[in-house]
């Protein structure tokens, strides 16, 4: 657990905690530098195998919307200028 959590603190500060807390804020207009960029995406997917892995609890629901709102971010924002 500890490697996932200097990833956060030092890759990404944006993928700490489970993330529906920012997906609603980003669903409600708010405008978050980083939130679903490609390195938070990265560092959520590495930090959750690693810390279930590591068989902490751990609740998968919020980090899969936050995950699923980055690949629906990064979608969009590849296939802008289709």
């Given at each position: 657990?500890l490697?996932?959590?200097?990833?956060?603190?030092?890759?990404a500060?944006?993928?700490?905690?489970?993330?529906?807390?920012?997906?609603?804020?980003?669903?409600?207009?708010?405008?978050?530098?980083?939130?679903?960029?490609?390195?938070?995406?990265?560092?959520?997917?590495?930090?959750?195998?690693?810390?279930a892995?590591?068989?902490?609890?751990?609740?998968?629901e919020?980090?899969m919307?936050?995950m699923?709102?980055?690949?629906?971010?990064?979608?969009?924002?590849?296939?802008?200028?289709?």
């Amino acid at each position: 657990a500890l490697p996932a959590g200097l990833m956060v603190e030092v890759l990404a500060p944006r993928a700490a905690g489970s993330g529906m807390a920012s997906v609603l804020l980003l669903l409600n207009g708010t405008f978050i530098p980083k939130a679903t960029s490609f390195t938070t995406l990265s560092v959520k997917v590495v930090g959750l195998i690693m810390v279930a892995g590591s068989g902490l609890a751990l609740g998968t629901e919020g980090p899969m919307i936050h995950m699923g709102a980055c690949v629906g971010s990064l979608c969009t924002h590849a296939f802008a200028r289709f």
